[in-house]
Nanobody, 120 residues
Framework: QVQLVESGGGLVQAGGSLKLSCAAS????????MGWYRQAPGKQRELVAT???????NYAGSVKGRFTISRDDAKKTVYLQMHSLKPEDTAVYLC??????????????WGQGTQVTVSS
């Protein structure tokens, strides 16, 4: 079983920075693509950023140039460094990992979410 635990959320003023972390626990699996998503109240969940095993990244247009996704495979952890935060970045941020077990079976896991609140 894989569990994802996020940390690093909080309250920050506009223009500030935060760094989110999401660590996977368990064994017997290989992590493929990792990603961050967010969901604001009354809105649909949206992609923030993803990173592949090869290090290729993809960002939502609204965060490009301000957020950076990275991964540490030895620690089974994905990070999201956020700079120049805006009130519209306020949301619950969730990490997602696609893992392979028993060589060929792929599963998707989500973290429980961490709240990011940006005050104006």
């Amino acid at each position: 079983q894989v569990q994802l635990v996020e940390s690093g959320g909080g309250l920050v003023q506009a223009g500030g920075s935060l760094k989110l972390s999401c660590a996977a626990s368990g064994s017997g699996f290989r992590i493929n693509t990792m990603g961050w998503y967010r969901q604001a109240p009354g809105k649909q969940r949206e992609l923030v950023a993803t990173i592949t095993t090869g290090g290729s990244t993809n960002y939502a247009g609204s965060v490009k140039g301000r957020f950076t996704i990275s991964r540490d495979d030895a620690k089974k952890t994905v990070y999201l460094q956020m700079h120049s935060l805006k009130p519209e970045d306020t949301a619950v941020y969730l990490c997602k990992m696609i893992v392979t077990m028993e060589i060929r079976y792929e599963y998707i896991y989500w973290g429980q979410g961490t709240q990011v609140t940006v005050s104006s």
